[in-house]
């Protein structure tokens, strides 16, 4: 496997020589149209030492989109053929990205070699291939004395090159890993450099190369035709070597990549549905059922085609969380003329903004390594300090900057949950891994990767998603139990209940029996709803904390940062007879001057408000609700009113009359204590409710979830506040401190489904006990060890819309696993009691079935009914069609230039 090269014949697009040459009568000569401005000069290369060849080491992390990558079975078969390979550590494969990720030791094998075992299970890389410029494969031959056939397995060799095919007229064509990191690119040019004699440049080529879900699809379109005349050809009573011939050709061009992948499969030691479906095809054709051998074909390429585009479709849904980074910048060449540069690419700009977010994207790592005059779209590892990078509308931020030039607006949605773009303009920042919504706009690095401000936030959402959750393992160990008892148990079915001669029995229970709905069920509800809260601005640590959400009976609600901003205004201060306001108050800032608490924070900014400064304070230390100090050698001390007493204060009687008032008002109130004599009285003022806390009170209780107010303030104050936003106050609780929310929270969970909400610092002890620990805060500060999910705390109604999606997830999870189990029971029940005995029937039903999953799974994106999914599905499918003949057509034309190649029907087919 590790010396084997795919020898694919390479479909081309003929140019004006070759149209020419061949009305001379000259041999047939096509060639690649490519992207490129001008002829470039082959030079004469010399020959080539072949002993001093510099042999590429190394491990290196890489990835890289698959195509055809559309259920988890498909990714558990892939990774268990990647085993099998010494070069390949740490291998990951998303279903619901459609990425693989790796390590790759150079030391022990090639990159290529990778490429190759996926692209024989049907999943070759999705990225384009490039010209590699100023040589070709006959200069490369003669420089490295070898033959020009032989060129193709040397340039696999190279690093980062996933796989390379030889025009006729021998150009050569890199399918390259996209967006290498540094390391990997150097030694990729350094290593291409030594092999051809030339420093490496790449354009991108118009390629005709039919990928292998676009010749299952060709191979189906195919078979429909064939189907008609074999219907016609049983009405008009044809001879039946006539028709199985016409059946066979069918069958055979219907099925041929079918049965590639089957074959790889077999080699691989996996069983799929492709080798269920070969098997059955095979069978239906020995018997002489060639209606049903060709109706099996074209629904398995049909419904194959339809899985892979709804996915896709799913993940453009799915896109817009704060998850990803972009692999590749748009950095400009000359930055001398930005403003002109802006208002040429405005009217572009405008044109991207309207397509989906992910399309913007995806043209980045289509361009990699194109360059014009004005600006190259190069490696994200490539961007340096100080670099200009233009962005245009739709797309992510690639690094950290400030804008020098433009203007436009930022979606800030996953950060901060706001729903409205943000007005950007000159000299404001943006963050890498948020989208512009409109632009375009000049931006100066200021970070890159792990440097830039969101990157570990980016990180850990991005690995949240990926999460395998319980309910998934579980339904894979289950299908791991039923294939192979499906396999056995057909065969036993055969033998104790069917004649000998109707085997065809067989095929039939292996086909309907295949679980491939059961292992999307639980993967696309998750995917979908994590995508989607993550857009909401909040942060899940996976699917299996949505499921637990989903359950939630009862919640409890820390009340400052959480109902309320926590940034409290200063009320009245009351100062003892014989006391200066000015030096209690500059006292007071004193002690609190090295403190984050909210009463802290508004003490301090009414000082500076005030332009006093203030007073010296030593030895401050934390003390129960409050602190201390020394002050010219005497202990000074602020503390909670009500535990003044405590620490046995002397209150005056305008201090103790003043406590009264605000207790009876329900605001806070802090004594400012000299050598345990009470000296100033400071109120705060909590009416900064938040927008939508009394609402979301109100629909959690109409959902028939408990509701609690917990808090460490005091009790009059928390009891004012529940009642302010319609709580009883039996529901608040107050003058809890941290170990006692702890020890409620524990308590609470012996009886309910519990949530607790707090600020993700203070309650991180109270978020771990409670079965969902929500953290209130910005994406850009929350504590995310301490808590299960976080969500921005200026927005509280959002905890609703939250259990509300969580609540869909685990109906639409539940109604898929019920629907997968229930369609493949009945289908085989059906069976054993030929009800029916078409395989046609249970293909058709089995793959609606996985249809129907994955469109129920996406609908919780939020980005269209299921209705409408299944219009662009087949929209797609009739584009995809009409592409793939255009492709076949391009081959075989004599005009120069694909012109009849829609590029928007090229990007469709790669995106």
């Known amino acids: 496997m590790a010396e084997k090269v795919d020898e694919e014949s390479f479909l081309s697009l003929e140019d004006e020589d070759a149209k020419h040459n061949k009305k001379k009568g000259n041999k047939k000569s096509s060639k690649k149209q490519v992207k490129q401005p001008a002829q470039t000069e082959i030079l004469d290369a010399e020959i080539l030492d072949t002993t001093v060849i510099e042999q590429a080491g190394g491990v290196y992390p890489v990835e ?119 390391k990997l690119l150097l030694l990729r040019d350094r290593s291409i450099q030594q092999v051809t004699g030339v420093q490496p440049k790449f354009t991108e080529a118009l390629s005709t190369r039919l990928r292998p879900d676009q010749w299952r699809l060709f191979g189906g379109a195919v078979a429909v035709p064939i189907l008609a ?170 690094a950290d900057g400030k804008i020098i030039d433009g203007f436009g607006a930022l979606d800030k949605a996953p950060l901060t949950g706001e729903s409205v773009p943000v007005e950007v303009e000159e000299g404001d920042e943006l963050h890498a891994g948020l989208i512009l919504a409109r632009g375009p706009v000049l931006v100066e690095v200021t970070a890159v990767g792990e440097a830039t401000r969101l990157s570990g936030l980016i990180d850990a959402v991005h690995s949240f998603k990926e999460q395998k959750p319980a309910i998934q393992n579980q339904l894979e160990q289950f299908t791991a139990i039923w294939v192979p008892l499906v396999l056995v148990g057909a065969l036993v079915v055969w033998y104790l209940m069917f004649p000998r001669d109707n085997w065809k029995i067989i095929l039939l229970l292996w086909v309907v029996a295949c679980p491939c709905a059961l292992l999307l069920a639980a993967a696309m509800p998750h995917a979908a709803a994590l995508s989607k809260a993550s857009r909401m601005g909040a942060i899940v640590r996976g699917g299996d904390i949505l499921e637990r959400l989903s359950k939630v009976n009862h919640v409890m609600l820390d009340k400052t940062g959480t109902l309320t901003s926590g940034k409290p205004t200063l009320g009245d201060i009351t100062i003892a007879k014989g006391r200066q306001k000015k030096a209690a108050i500059a006292l007071a800032g004193g002690l609190e001057k090295r403190s984050s608490h909210p009463y802290a924070i508004t003490i301090l900014e009414y000082l500076e408000a005030e332009s006093i400064k203030p007073s010296a304070v030593a030895g401050i230390t934390d003390i129960e609700a409050g602190v201390k100090g020394f002050s010219s050698g005497k202990e000074v001390s602020l503390i909670r009113a009500d535990l003044a007493e405590t620490h046995d204060i002397m209150i005056s009687a305008e201090i103790s009359s003043a406590i009264k008032k605000a207790k009876e008002q329900g605001y806070g109130a802090s004594i400012l204590a000299k050598e345990s004599e009470a000296i100033a009285l400071f109120s705060f003022i909590h009416d900064d409710t938040r927008d939508g806390s009394k609402e979301l009170i109100q629909k959690l209780l109409d959902r028939g979830i408990g509701v609690e107010i917990i808090s460490g303030d005091q009790q009059s104050s928390v009891s004012a506040f529940a009642k302010s936003v319609g709580l009883p106050e039996q529901f608040a609780l107050g003058s809890l401190s941290p170990e006692d929310k702890v020890q409620w929270v524990e308590d609470k969970s012996k009886s309910h489904v519990t949530m607790m909400v707090g600020d993700g610092f203070n309650d991180s002890a109270a978020l771990a006990v409670a079965d969902v620990g929500v953290a209130v805060g910005t994406g850009e500060s929350v504590n995310l060890e301490a808590a299960d999910i976080m969500f921005p705390g200026d927005n509280p109604k959002m905890l609703v819309d939250l259990h509300d999606l969580a609540v869909k997830m685990n109906r639409a999870l539940i109604g898929n696993i019920f629907l997968s189990v229930s369609i493949t029971f009945i289908l085989v029940i059906a069976v054993i009691n030929e009800m029916y005995d078409q395989l046609w029937v249970g293909v058709l039903i089995h793959e609606m079935s996985v249809l129907l999953v994955i469109f129920n799974g996406a609908r919780l994106a939020g980005k269209g009914s299921m209705l409408s999914m299944l219009m662009i599905t087949t929209k797609n499918l009739w584009i995809d069609t009409k592409q793939v003949f255009l492709q076949m057509r391009a081959h075989y034309s004599k005009r120069e230039s694909a012109g009849n190649l829609d590029p928007a029907n090229q990007n469709h087919a790669t995106s």
């Open 64 to 182: 890289w989109a698959l195509t055809g990558m559309d259920c988890p079975d498909c990714a558990s078969k892939a990774m268990r053929a990647l085993s099998n390979l010494d070069q390949v550590s740490n291998p990951e494969i998303s279903a619901t990205t459609g990425q693989i990720k790796l390590s790759i030791d150079l030391d022990k094998g090639l990159m290529s070699q990778v490429s190759s075992v996926l692209k024989s299970l049907g999943h070759p890389p999705k990225s384009p291939f490039y010209l590699l410029s100023g040589t070709n494969a006959k200069a490369i031959a003669h420089r490295n004395n070898i033959t020009v056939k032989d060129v193709k397995r040397l340039m696999m060799r190279q690093p980062s090159v996933l796989d390379v095919d030889i025009s006729r007229d021998n150009e050569v064509l890199l399918q390259l890993v996209p967006a290498p990191n540094k």
């Open 229 to 398: 005349i074999i219907l016609l050809g049983e009405l008009l009573q044809w001879s039946p070597i006539l028709m199985g011939i016409i059946a066979a050709y069918g069958v055979l061009i219907g099925g041929l990549q079918m049965f590639h992948e089957a074959l790889a499969s077999l080699l691989s030691r996996q069983m799929g549905f492709q080798v269920l479906t070969s098997i059955a095809v095979i069978g239906a054709s020995i018997l002489g059922m060639w209606e049903e051998a060709l109706m099996v074909v074209i629904l398995v390429a049909i419904a194959a085609h339809l899985e892979s585009s709804a996915l896709e479709n799913a993940r453009e849904s799915m896109q817009g969380g704060l998850d990803r980074i972009p692999r590749t910048a748009r950095r400009l060449l000359n930055t001398a003329n930005k403003s002109t540069k802006i208002e040429e690419i405005q009217n572009f700009s405008l044109a991207v903004s309207a397509k989906p977010l992910l399309s913007a994207t995806l043209l980045d790592l289509n361009q990699h390594g194109k360059v014009t005059e004005e600006h190259e779209i190069i490696s994200l590892d490539l961007v340096n300090i100080g670099d200009v990078i233009e962005i245009r509308s739709g797309e992510l931020i690639p």
